[in-house]
């Protein structure tokens, strides 16, 4: 994370340890990377906490760090560039609100602004506990009749949909969040315009992103509809195959129409996650 915002995010797949996770994670970002807030939900190792080390961070927090973890995290000597690192036990996470109707009063967020009020709100949350609740977008106007998506998604475009609409309830919007084998790729945050956004995301990629070079094949969320065709052409053009976004545009027959043209998968999501503040 680096100002409220994640740099780059990962989830394990088969076969893939704790350290492998945290390099692709790191990765995704390799310059933003530099200086940030580690976040992980489960025990750190050591390994993993050797591979940390050798590059500048500020704290790193996870629900529980092993013995030998804790050791390399406290040997200044041989990490002097992190000598003054913060650990931080934040307890388990899997406990925290996650999907909608899991919220109550003890899960609250509070913020408070420069003039001392104090703001109190539900944590946000997603309706999409899973790939079967990906439903292909529909819907009808005028112009083009009623349009539904016919292009097939693979399975793991499906899994890493699912992770990037996950990754994008914590990025400010306008949010983009593109994402391949369980690692974002780019995340594109507080553009003022929804194809600017997009374009955002794509150029940090080809500017900053250290791995295979080319999204061909990749997913993308957007925290909002798509007003206009251009943000799936813009997509479609650097290689994006699936996307999710909510409906909601008077557009949105026009805007699958142009996905099943250009071999996009698109989907809808069941909600906006805008997140302004």
Request: one cysteine or more.
């Given at each position: 994370?680096?100002h409220?915002?994640?740099?780059?995010?990962?989830?394990?797949?088969?076969?893939?340890?704790?350290?492998?996770?945290?390099?692709?994670?790191?990765?995704?970002d390799?310059?933003?990377?530099f200086g940030s807030?580690?976040?992980?939900?489960?025990?750190?190792d050591?390994?993993?906490?050797?591979?940390?080390?050798?590059?500048f961070?500020?704290?790193?927090?996870?629900?529980?760090?092993?013995?030998?973890?804790?050791?390399?995290?406290?040997?200044g000597?041989?990490?002097?560039?992190?000598?003054?690192?913060?650990?931080?036990?934040?307890g388990?996470?899997?406990?925290?609100?996650?999907?909608?109707?899991?919220?109550?009063?003890i899960?609250?967020?509070?913020?408070?602004l420069?003039?001392?009020?104090?703001i109190?709100?539900?944590?946000?949350?997603?309706?999409?506990?899973?790939i079967?609740?990906?439903?292909?977008?529909?819907?009808?106007?005028?112009?083009?009749?009623?349009?539904?998506?016919?292009?097939?998604?693979?399975?793991?475009?499906?899994i890493?949909?699912?992770?990037?609409?996950?990754?994008?309830?914590?990025?400010?919007?306008?949010?983009v969040?593109?994402?391949?084998?369980?690692?974002?790729?780019?995340v594109?945050?507080?553009e003022?315009?929804?194809?600017?956004?997009?374009?955002?995301?794509?150029?940090?990629?080809?500017?900053?992103?250290?791995?295979?070079?080319?999204?061909?094949?990749?997913?993308?969320?957007?925290?909002?509809?798509?007003?206009?065709?251009?943000?799936?052409e813009?997509?479609?053009?650097?290689?994006?195959k699936a996307?999710?976004a909510?409906?909601?545009?008077?557009?949105?027959?026009?805007?699958?129409?142009?996905?099943?043209?250009?071999?996009?998968?698109?989907?809808?999501?069941?909600?906006?996650?805008f997140?302004?503040?």
């Amino acid at each position: 994370m680096k100002h409220v915002n994640p740099s780059g995010a990962a989830v394990a797949l088969p076969g893939e340890d704790l350290k492998s996770v945290y390099i692709k994670g790191r990765d995704a970002d390799a310059r933003a990377a530099f200086g940030s807030v580690i976040a992980f939900n489960v025990e750190v190792d050591a390994a993993t906490a050797e591979e940390i080390m050798s590059t500048f961070v500020e704290c790193v927090v996870a629900p529980a760090f092993t013995p030998e973890a804790l050791a390399v995290f406290n040997d200044g000597e041989k990490f002097k560039l992190n000598k003054h690192v913060r650990i931080l036990k934040c307890g388990d996470v899997s406990k925290l609100p996650r999907f909608t109707g899991e919220t109550s009063a003890i899960h609250q967020t509070y913020k408070v602004l420069a003039d001392g009020t104090v703001i109190v709100a539900a944590p946000l949350t997603t309706a999409l506990r899973s790939i079967a609740d990906l439903k292909p977008a529909e819907g009808e106007n005028t112009r083009c009749g009623h349009q539904i998506s016919t292009v097939e998604a693979t399975e793991q475009q499906k899994i890493d949909l699912l992770f990037s609409w996950y990754v994008n309830l914590s990025v400010r919007s306008n949010g983009v969040v593109i994402a391949q084998n369980g690692q974002t790729l780019s995340v594109g945050t507080g553009e003022q315009d929804r194809v600017g956004a997009i374009e955002q995301a794509i150029a940090k990629f080809r500017q900053k992103y250290t791995g295979t070079g080319t999204l061909e094949g990749a997913v993308m969320s957007s925290d909002g509809f798509f007003p206009f065709e251009d943000g799936v052409e813009t997509a479609a053009a650097a290689g994006i195959k699936a996307i999710i976004a909510p409906a909601g545009s008077l557009r949105d027959a026009d805007v699958i129409k142009r996905a099943n043209e250009l071999g996009v998968a698109l989907f809808h999501a069941p909600e906006r996650i805008f997140s302004h503040h």
